[in-house]
């Protein structure tokens, strides 16, 4: 089993800047990639970004060159660092942890993003 607890949403005006950061415990070991998913009012849940063992890294195309995602293996964390935000950008942010069981989601964290 593995455990996730996001952290960092808000509120922010369109232009600004946010972080979201997702702890990872348990079964630490069994994970292959990480990433982030986001799910607006009345839209299916769509992948953000992903970051795998390799560190390589895949962005939708709506966020690239905005959304950063990156890990630091010694605290077991994913970062999504979110720039130039924009209101479609609105949504619950879910992180997600691709292990051999299975998929595993955080709670999620609301961002909301004003215009």
């Known amino acids: 089993q593995v455990q996730l607890v996001e952290s960092g949403g808000g509120l922010v005006q369109a232009g600004g800047s946010l972080r979201l950061s997702c702890a990872a415990s348990g079964s630490i070991f069994s994970i292959n990639a990480m990433g982030w998913y986001r799910q607006a009012p009345g839209k299916q849940r769509e992948s953000v970004a992903m970051i795998n063992r390799s560190s390589r890294t895949d962005y939708a195309d709506s966020v690239k060159g905005r959304f950063t995602i990156s890990r630091d293996n010694a605290k077991n964390t994913v970062y999504l660092q979110m720039d130039s935000l924009k209101p479609e950008d609105t949504a619950v942010y879910y992180c997600?942890?691709?292990?051999?069981?299975?998929?595993?989601w955080g709670q999620g964290t609301q961002v909301t993003v004003s215009s």
């Open positions: 997600a942890a691709l292990a051999v069981a299975g998929i595993f």
